[in-house]
Every structure is written in structure tokens, then in C-alpha cells.
């Protein structure tokens, strides 16, 4: 019987039960969804050579795509602290995509307007008690965003249009577009307390893997970073 290097004696039932489960998982969690022509970083990966001057990330941008294309929406928007792990270059398994995406979150549906929209945006930067501002910019889909960090918080959006240049109007308080996020920030998680006001119209579709996965599936292999990556989030100043 093996030993932990702690000294102490795995039990044999629970070992073997795990050894059993481990079995069972290997061939989903090898199962081979893609291949990566290149590494896809992610916000939180310390070597991060995928990260724009705005905040910005390849593999945020791939994330976002993939929820959008899930529930069919016109924007998406992902949490940079809710991408866990880098895809490497070459084949990529369930596994590895479970390593990126690992709380499973659902895919939310919902409907907002472009006030909104802005005042989501704002909530990017958070003051702290200590004084300090805690900054997570937002990964997106379908839009295009510009902010100024050296204006004060809670107006640094300067302006953001949709991927064909519309522009969206901070004061439409009516028009509505349709947005996908996940169930973790659709529900006022890491302080993105605007999706709350739209819990009336919030539709739960499905897993965040499931989502990265098909869109993953379903893109010219091989696949890297999207082509309009360093362009969806612009900082001014």
C-alpha cells in the first residue's frame, strides 16, 4: 500500500474508489474538442503575453464569443476572474477546457439597455475601504468599448458601439439588446450589480463549458486568438 509523503496511510476503500472514478473520467476528460495554433493566454496567467494595454485577452475574447454564439445574443460579457487557466497551443482536450472554465457557471440570457449597458461599464472600477480602486475590466463580445482610467470613477466610459460601429446611446433607458453573461455575474457577482435589474428577462440556457466547447468545435481548426483581438477594449489615457 502506497504512503503520502505526510507519513499517513491512504484508506484502501477511498483509494480505490477514486482509482475507479479517475477510470471512468479519463476518456472524457482526454476527449480532444480543438487545436490551438498558438497559446491563448488568460487575464489571471502571470507570462501573459495575450494581454492588450486595456485589459483585453485573447482567451477573455474567445470566452465571450463562445457564450454569445450560445444564447444567440448581440453582446456578451465575461469576468476576467472566472478564466482560471491558459489554452496551450496544440490539441486541446475537455480537460484542459474544464481547467479554464472550472466552477460551472450557466449561461444567462437577459435583456438590457444601453443605460444599462454604461452603468455596467462603469462598474469595471470599485472603490475599496482602504481607499484603493479595484479594476476588472470586462471581456466582450460584440461591442466595442473606450474608457479614459484617469477620469474619475463612475465616468470613464467614453463611448462604446456595437462590432459594426452603432453606436449604443448611454441614455436609452427603452431599446433593449440582448445579452449573454454568466449565471456567477448575472447575479451581481465580483460587484456587476447592474445584470440584477434585469433578473425579470434573465433566461438560464446551460453550462459555460458546454458553450466554450461547441464553439470551439465548430471554428476552422486550427484555431488561435480571434482576429479582432487588441480591439474590442481601448483605453485612452
Sequence with gaps: MLTCNTGVTPDAETAALVAEYDQQISPIESRVIGTASEDIRAPNTPTDTDLSPAGETALGDLIADAQRDYADA???FMNPGGIRAPIQAGEVTYGELFAVQPFDNQVVR???TGDQIYRLLEQQWQ????GSIRERILQVSGLKVTYDASRPVG???VNVTRSDGTRIDPNNTQTTYT?????FIATGGDGFTVFEEASASQETLGSDLDA?????????QPFGDPADFGQRVVRQA
Excluded at 127 to 130: E, G, K, L, N, V
Excluded at 212 to 220: K, Q, R, T, V
Design 74 to 76: 448581440d453582446i456578451a
Design 110 to 112: 437577459m435583456q438590457l
Design 127 to 130: 472603490p475599496q475601504a482602504d
Design 155 to 157: 465616468d470613464r466610459i
Design 179 to 183: 445579452v449573454a453573461a454568466n449565471s
Design 212 to 220: 466554450l466547447e461547441s464553439y470551439i468545435g465548430s471554428l476552422p
